[in-house]
């Protein structure tokens, strides 16, 4: 999409298994409340059975794409690359957006690991800039660190905002 | 040197805070005292009473308890009754001192002082003194400026001089003077013709809001129902002319609020150049100064509201770290400008953002994304129309034609995005500064240097890319939420060779943006 080749690096493939338990652990309450929604109005005699069925189904389902295959879309359209000079970040798979964020912006990185991430060995690095944070979700615990201390050498730390 | 020992506010502050909690409890006091009178009411008469006197305690006690001090090249604020609280501000994190004065605090002979952090938009990351007499106020304010100028480096000794200036005898002129007013030379200063083009054509309606609102509210609390429901009865209320001349009082009534606020707000607006700071000081009845240091500044934003382009007038604002968007005039470096004055006011005021703002030099987005504003504005509408009919069709009392309501505002909707269209553009110039406009029913220019841009961003969807555009953002440090630039459905080669020409590696270097052809073959990044 530019002229400029797109950023290089790809997150750890384990960030897939991590997004799809997360997505279960997302769809699984919205399901429940789908049914029992479904299951009350049937009850109350407000729509017939069928009706009922089909939109506990459409709800659940939709809320299953966080399993399969957002995940797969979502690693697959996610790039980043640390330069010298500047952080590239590209991802979305509907819509792309990139991101270049000059070294000599970055106020301070941070890595972060949820409960979840610890279980796979994964962390996110944080970038934080005088107009907001950004972040690389889902980086192998070793390769954060490396990235994280790269652009903490990197980053001008003189600079007045 | 520059320390301060450990002090407190004037005594005036235990009357100011008490009056800023009793505001909020107004109403429910009017109604008390209207609606009052009946037997019973002793007991809760004396239960308030003792509220107040206790109220009287604490805040006298809190008073006692707040002290403020310049050491170590800090401001130290120590606070609270029973959770004692610190704050220590660094003086070169001190973005700004502003001194307000409302007429209240005049009366009692102080003036407030807010001291504002780069910590971000909320205003609990600023210090606050409500109650400093003058002479307190101005030791203050030069030790904290002369603490950042030690922390800082280098520093015009113009802050001495804006001490030594302040003196002028408060009433002695026909506007109240802020501490230390007139120091630095004066850049420009609104007339009254100017003032009231201003409230004219600002569009506020923000004020007339809230007098509507509290009229209403006051009415509803105090009027008793019945004369309501007489009213509502003989029909007056209800017959077409009724309903219109309510529209036009509301209107008329709204647009003279508008002018009346406009001009308490930037009555005497005065900007001083003061070396390396800009002093704002403006306001009518409650005078305010602002401290802006020049180097701290983000970027230069030029509004032209709706009923200002006719005209061709404008406001100059400028977005700084520091400040929030708490209160509508906070950004604003002069309310009302000819376009044509713009670059000269901004060459004297802050020469790094005097980029040339003409119209002719802005490059547009290429014409095939005309319909992409025109109908992303619109589709708003077409969208709430089918929810609309779907809701109608369901409800048993609802005709499915009724859900087309909605479509008559979509071309409103059209229009705004074919006016977003028409103002869109910008400019990379000689001195590596981006300057984009962006339109619809606010048309706003903004100069930001390269160098403050703290993130660019190329956004496309798939329509997008199925007609080779891309959108363009950046980001500037910002208190408030104005700190965005973006630039819609340009084409994707431009948009691209934009992100690449505004980053780190690139050297400063002119680009001509003479159209979209020649551009999309920017040599730049092939």
Redesign the interface.
């Known amino acids: 999409?530019?002229?400029?080749p797109p950023p290089r690096d790809r997150l750890d493939p384990r960030a897939r298994t991590l997004w799809r338990l997360s997505g279960l652990l997302g769809a699984l309450p919205v399901a429940l409340v789908a049914v029992a929604v479904a299951a009350g109005l049937v009850r109350i005699a407000l729509v017939p059975t069928p009706v009922a069925a089909a939109i506990a189904l459409v709800v659940t389902l939709a809320a299953a794409v966080g399993i399969w295959p957002y995940p797969d879309l979502l690693w697959r359209h996610w790039r980043y690359e640390i330069g010298e000079?500047?952080v590239d970040l590209q991802r979305g798979w509907?819509?792309?957006?990139?991101?270049?964020?000059?070294?000599?912006?970055i106020q301070h990185v941070d890595t972060r690991r949820g409960p979840l991430q610890r279980r796979f060995g994964l962390a996110s690095v944080v970038l934080y800039?005088?107009?907001?944070a950004?972040e690389i979700p889902a980086l192998a615990d070793q390769v954060a660190a490396e990235a994280r201390d790269r652009i903490a050498r990197l980053a001008n730390v003189n600079d007045?905002? | 040197m520059p320390d301060l020992s450990p002090r407190r506010q004037h005594p005036a502050w235990i009357f100011l805070s008490a009056i800023q909690q009793l505001r909020g409890m107004a109403i429910p006091l009017v109604v008390l005292l209207v609606g009052g009178g009946r037997r019973g009411d002793e007991a809760f008469l004396a239960l308030g009473g003792v509220a107040v006197l206790l109220g009287a305690v604490a805040r006298g006690l809190a008073w006692w308890r707040f002290r403020y001090e310049v050491s170590g090249g800090e401001l130290r604020v120590r606070s609270g009754l029973l959770a004692q609280r610190e704050r220590f501000v660094p003086l070169e994190r001190v973005q700004a001192v502003d001194v307000n004065e409302t007429p209240l605090q005049r009366l009692l002979g102080v003036v407030g002082l807010r001291v504002e952090t780069a910590a971000g938009g909320s205003a609990a990351s600023d210090v606050t003194l409500a109650a400093l007499s003058r002479a307190e106020a101005d030791l203050l304010r030069q030790r904290l400026a002369r603490g950042r100028a030690a922390a800082t480096g280098p520093a015009p000794d113009a802050v001495g001089a804006g001490a030594s200036d302040g003196t002028a005898a408060p009433g002695a002129l026909p506007l109240p003077v802020a501490a230390g007013e007139t120091a630095g030379e004066l850049i420009r200063r609104i007339t009254p013709g100017e003032l009231l083009l201003a409230g004219m054509t600002s569009g506020r309606i923000a004020p007339a809001l809230a007098v509507f609102s509290f009229a209403f509210q006051l009415a509803d609390d105090v009027v008793p129902d019945r004369w309501l429901e007489r009213l509502a009865m003989t029909g007056t209320l209800w017959s077409i002319r009724g309903v219109l001349t309510l529209v036009g009082v509301i209107a008329i009534g709204g647009w003279l609020l508008a002018i009346a606020s406009t001009a308490l707000t930037f009555g005497g607006f005065e900007l001083r150049r003061d070396g390396e700071r800009l002093q704002a000081s403006y306001g009518l009845l409650e005078r305010r100064r602002r401290s802006i240091p020049i180097g701290r500044i983000q970027a230069v934003s030029i509004g032209e509201g709706l009923l200002r382009q006719p005209l061709g007038l404008a406001a100059v604002r400028f977005e700084s770290a520091g400040y929030g968007t708490d209160t509508a005039e906070s950004g604003v470096l002069f309310p009302l400008l000819r376009r044509g004055e713009v670059p000269a006011f901004l060459a004297a005021a802050a020469p790094a953002f005097a980029a040339s703002i003409d119209p002719a030099g802005l490059a547009p987005p290429p014409p095939r994304a005309r319909g992409r504003y025109v109908v992303a504005d619109a589709l708003p509408f077409a969208t709430l129309a089918v929810v609309a009919v779907v809701v109608m069709v369901v409800v048993p009392w609802g005709r499915w034609w009724w859900g087309l309501a909605p479509l008559a505002l979509a071309p409103f909707g059209a229009v705004h995005g074919w006016f977003r269209f028409r103002d869109t553009g910008w400019a990379l110039d000689g001195a590596g500064r981006l300057v984009a406009r962006g339109g619809g029913v606010e048309r706003r220019t903004t100069i930001v240097p390269r160098r403050r841009l703290q993130r660019r961003s190329l956004v496309q969807n798939p329509l997008q890319r199925r007609a080779a555009l891309a959108t363009f953002g950046a980001a500037v440090a910002s208190g408030g939420g104005g700190g965005t630039i973006t630039l819609e459905h340009l084409d994707e080669g431009v948009a691209a060779g934009l992100v690449g020409q505004l980053g780190p590696a690139s050297a400063d270097q002119a680009v001509s943006p003479s159209g979209p052809t020649t551009e999309a073959a920017t040599p730049h990044l092939a």
């Open positions: 999409m530019s002229t400029k000079a500047e509907w819509t792309t957006t990139r991101t270049l964020i000059p070294m000599a912006r800039t005088a107009a907001g950004s007045d905002l």
